[in-house]
């Protein structure tokens, strides 16, 4: 009913610049907060940036500064501008939305696929 698909991802020298998208499709009744978390091999996932419908983000302490999350409401859509990019930031990005699906009450969370960004030292 409901899909998330990113895209986005590659490969980057470090320093460089990535710009994430994640199109939210299906029957949508209310999008809230969307986020982004990444993940390493062996790791936990971790969140990266989040912001609420309304436009408030948050930012995990590695990231601030250097990526902007922003958001599309009219495309169901989040960005994610990822600047001064390090090797630590090497990762496999997941996009994650709060979704409450027509003619459903409930209130569920959905990821997407994830895409990989590669950043070179």
């Known amino acids: 009913q409901v899909q998330l698909v990113e895209s986005g991802g590659g490969l980057v020298q470090a320093g460089g610049s990535l710009r994430l998208s994640c199109v939210a499709s299906?029957?949508?009744?209310?999008?809230?907060?969307m986020s982004w978390y990444r993940q390493i091999p062996g790791k936990q996932r971790e969140l990266v940036a989040s912001?609420?419908?309304?436009?408030?983000?948050n930012y995990a302490d590695s990231v601030k500064g250097r990526f902007t999350i922003s958001r599309d409401n009219g495309k169901n859509t989040v960005y994610l501008q990822m600047n001064s990019l390090k090797p630590e930031d090497t990762a496999v990005y997941y996009c994650?939305?709060?979704?409450?699906?027509?003619?459903?009450?409930?209130?569920?969370?959905?990821w997407g696929q994830g895409t990989q960004v590669t950043v070179s030292s």
């Open positions: 994650n939305a709060e979704i409450r699906v027509v003619l459903n009450v409930l209130l569920n969370v959905y």
């Open positions: 299906g029957s949508i009744s209310t999008l809230n907060a």
């Open positions: 912001i609420t419908s309304g436009g408030s983000t």
